[in-house]
């Protein structure tokens, strides 16, 4: 099996028989300096170990379960009714509700790496906001940052609910309600557009919007990955690449997927000063829909580059168990983080 | 007993004010709490072994860093912090990373702080850094005596010559010796400083360097003064010359020179940014041959002080002006710090400039080194000295 050759290569761990050997190093790499590694296994100084050291300290909203959750999905009920609401409309449609707030705060991006963002509602990516065309979005922004923030969502609205001009500057301290019908159906995005822009951007205001076909898309496993990076120092050039802020952190916390399941990935390119970013899934082909707005395929491939604000939706089903790496297909960005694994496996026994 | 408890008064009042100024942090009022911390590391040295990189690494700046993480040629890459990943102030940690450099090729290793600030050093070439084995010792010693010690010995054997030419002709080889020393002076002072910039801020290189140079200046010029009485005493007994003393200082400073340059040589051969080939040998020896002539020239003085001096004192100037490139050449290969160079360019170039005047004030004599300094043939030969150095500068590159 080829992923395994390249899976190797990948660790230019000369002298591994095995990949199981491999997978031994990955845990001592990731462990590093902080955790002991049981078994004895091959001690990364035969190896060359590829990665981040060490781990990064849980979050209400870590990599794992950011990933699917959608309007305020991972929280408890009584907490999530203090940021979401959904009333029910005449029309069959749905009034949807957030409370959306930006607030500076430090964040982990790689173990023992701190980044100040700028963050809505304390994480980054945002929270993702998830309606069905034709549902009324009302977002009231309130900004508890130190900076104006606005936020800008792609898709249909009035100029006056563009949150881009400067008098659609929300000063800190200051709220405004954004209100819009969902439209078009496809994978959106949102994010800050005050200036300067990149600043706003790379700093950690943004966040994916997805509005759902009537009707729905057939069930899948659905996950969402935007694709960002991290400008440590502060010259213009990101030190830190992941899908969903944190380095490597589905390769030391793979994806668990279900063989013969569908899967369906809605991922956004959010990286700010590189020019592109892209995605490669190992062993497979998926089908792609730039940007989600029409029902058939763009593109059957293993590889999708998107520019920054592009994104797609893919759609795959695995056919066999083990590991499956994806990842940037500009090697630097996949090794300065933005690498991670699937992990599937076999159906649970129904009967 | 009361001038005592006054004298410590002072002291005891400044230790209250620093512990004041500790508890209290009158610099935080200044700048506020949300400043954030002053980070600065310094790679002091760097080790490439066979599929490892390991770097001494220093807290160059007030506040405690963290290394977080280590990139590689843009690779997030594992690494062991020992004996600590957390540095405080001036404290050192050694950092080894399992890496599959590449020989002869270019490198850059950036170390991230927990606040992601990046530090980064570049392999230019990447060679595997010597071990002090018996070998490696062999072939150090190899260079030095190549670019030290031969090329010493040579000038010297000019030594009869010098003595059967007439006293013109011996201001003009003075004269010369004086352009070469001025060139060695002014080539030391601008390695040393620029090793000095090398150092990590805080131990303030530049100053080290200017305050080296002045001591060495001023012991050398002691014993020299020191010697000088002695043997003038002795002089009447035994008939030591007293240019034997003048051809011994400009040894020792030579030889401190050399010690400087056999450390630049060995790290530099060391960090691969050496091709050690035949040209740059020639272009050592060549350039060196000259500080051989410039250790006998007041040997061959013409006049009172042409006393004849016998091969094994000969032999012990070459050996003390040519040996320290050896030991500068193995201190430099194995041990790649800037603070060495720093220190023994300066006691170099200190001790060159003392040697410089004890020639210029000798060779003056009573006219006075102004009258002395305009007459063509000492003009000449200063000229010529230079240019010896220039040109020969010139094959070393």
Not at chain 1, 144 to 153: A, E, R
Not at chain 2, 5 to 22: D, F, T
Request: aromatic share 8%; proline share 6%; glycine share 10%.
């Amino acid at each position: 099996m080829d992923w395994k050759l390249s899976r190797r290569s990948w660790l230019h761990a000369a002298g591994f028989g095995s990949l199981l050997s491999g997978v031994a190093v990955w845990g001592r790499a990731v462990t590093g300096q902080n955790l002991e590694v049981p078994h004895e296994g091959h001690a990364s100084h035969h190896g060359h170990v590829l990665g981040t050291v060490g781990r990064v300290a849980p979050t209400a909203c870590s990599p794992l379960t950011y990933l699917r959750s959608w309007n305020f999905s991972h929280l408890p009920p009584l907490e999530r009714a203090k940021f979401y609401r959904e009333t029910a409309r005449a029309d069959g449609t749905t009034l949807r509700e957030y409370e959306i707030y930006a607030v500076d705060r430090e964040i982990e991006i790689a173990p023992g790496v701190s980044f100040p963002a700028w963050t809505y509602n304390g994480q980054v990516p945002g929270p993702t906001i998830r309606a069905t065309e034709g549902d009324r979005l009302r977002v009231r922004f309130l900004n508890q940052g130190s900076h104006p923030h606005t936020i800008h969502f792609h898709g249909w609205h009035p100029p006056e609910m563009d949150g881009s001009l400067p008098e659609h500057e929300v000063l800190p301290g200051e709220s405004f309600t954004y209100e819009f019908d969902a439209e078009p159906a496809g994978l959106h995005l949102y994010h800050c557009h005050s200036v300067p822009l990149k600043r706003h951007i790379h700093k950690g205001l943004y966040g994916t919007f997805i509005v759902d076909p009537r009707g729905g898309r057939p069930p899948a496993d659905e996950m969402v990955m935007m694709m960002n990076g991290f400008d440590t120092n502060f010259d213009n050039d990101n030190e830190v690449y992941a899908v969903n802020t944190v380095a490597n952190a589905y390769m030391v916390e793979p994806i668990k997927v279900t063989v013969g399941r569908p899967v369906r990935i809605y991922l956004v390119n959010i990286t700010e000063f590189d020019l592109i970013n892209s995605f490669h899934l190992h062993g497979m082909f998926f089908d792609a829909y730039r940007p989600g707005t029409r029902t058939e395929p763009s593109d059957h491939t293993d590889t999708i580059t998107l520019c920054q604000g592009e994104r797609a939706i893919l759609e795959t089903t695995f056919r066999y168990t083990g590991d499956f790496m994806f990842h940037a297909h500009q090697s630097e960005f996949a090794e300065l983080g933005w690498m991670g694994l699937f992990r599937a496996e076999a159906p649970r026994d129904e009967t | 007993m009361k001038l005592k408890l006054l004298a410590l008064l002072p002291l005891v009042l400044l230790a209250g004010l620093l512990m004041v100024i500790v508890r209290l942090g009158p610099a935080e009022l200044i700048q506020g709490s949300s400043v954030p911390p002053v980070e600065k590391l310094a790679i002091t040295s760097l080790e490439l072994a066979p599929g490892q990189i390991a770097l001494s690494v220093l807290n160059d700046g007030p506040d405690a860093v963290t290394i977080a993480q280590v990139v590689v040629d843009d690779a997030f890459w594992t690494f062991h912090a020992e004996p600590t990943a957390t540095l405080e102030h001036l404290r050192r940690t050694r950092i080894t990373i399992p890496y599959p450099w590449v020989h002869g090729e270019t490198h850059v290793v950036r170390l991230m702080t927990s606040t992601g600030l990046t530090f980064e050093r570049v392999i230019a070439v990447a060679v595997e850094t010597p071990k002090p084995t018996l070998r490696f010792l062999g072939v150090f010693a190899l260079i030095g005596l190549y670019v030290g010690v031969i090329p010493v010995a040579l000038g010297l054997l000019w030594y009869p010559l010098m003595r059967s030419i007439g006293r013109s002709g011996m201001q003009f080889l003075l004269a010369l010796t004086v352009g070469l020393l001025v060139y060695l002076l002014v080539d030391s002072a601008h390695d040393g400083l620029q090793a000095a910039g090398q150092v990590p801020g805080s131990l303030q290189g530049p100053a080290l360097f200017v305050f080296g140079a002045i001591a060495a200046y001023l012991t050398l010029d002691m014993i020299g003064a020191a010697l000088a009485k002695r043997r003038q005493r002795e002089r009447a007994a035994a008939g030591i010359p007293s240019g034997w003393l003048l051809a011994l200082l400009i040894a020792i400073g030579i030889g401190l020179h050399n010690f400087g340059e056999g450390l630049a040589i060995g790290s530099a051969f060391a960090l691969g940014e050496l091709g050690l080939g035949t040209l740059l040998i020639v272009g050592f020896t060549l350039h060196n041959t000259t500080e051989g002539l410039a250790i006998i020239a007041p040997l061959a003085k013409g006049g009172d002080l042409a006393e004849r001096v016998s091969l094994g004192r000969l032999v012990q100037l070459g050996l003390i002006g040519g040996v320290p490139t050896i030991a500068g050449a193995w201190l430099g290969a194995f041990v790649q710090s800037p603070i060495i160079s720093v220190f023994f360019l300066a006691l170099g170039v200190g001790a060159i400039a003392q040697v410089t005047r004890q020639i210029l004030m000798q060779s003056a004599g009573e006219g006075g080194i102004t009258a002395y300094l305009r007459e063509a043939h000492v003009v000449g030969g200063l000229a010529a000295g230079v240019l010896v150095m220039y040109v020969t500068g010139l094959i070393v590159g």
